[in-house]
């Protein structure tokens, strides 16, 4: 992927990268919830999609 940073989805559909803003905002809009709670379940279970949403009772 480029350094494209209007890009609207996350590079890797299967992890979230928290260091890029737009990924930050695609998954908060996703799930809708907000970046803290994004954050503290990241530092919980890890980045990878599928244990995220699990965890939020979105799987």
Known sequence: MSDDTNHRG???AQ???L???YEV???TSAPGV???RLREVVGQV???VKDV???LGQA
């Open 10 to 12: 996350p590079a890797d």
């Open 15 to 17: 992890r979230i990268n």
């Open 19 to 21: 260091n890029e803003r």
């Open 25 to 27: 905002r695609y998954w």
């Open 34 to 36: 907000s970046e803290e």
């Open 46 to 48: 890890g980045v990878m």
């Open 53 to 55: 949403r699990r965890d």
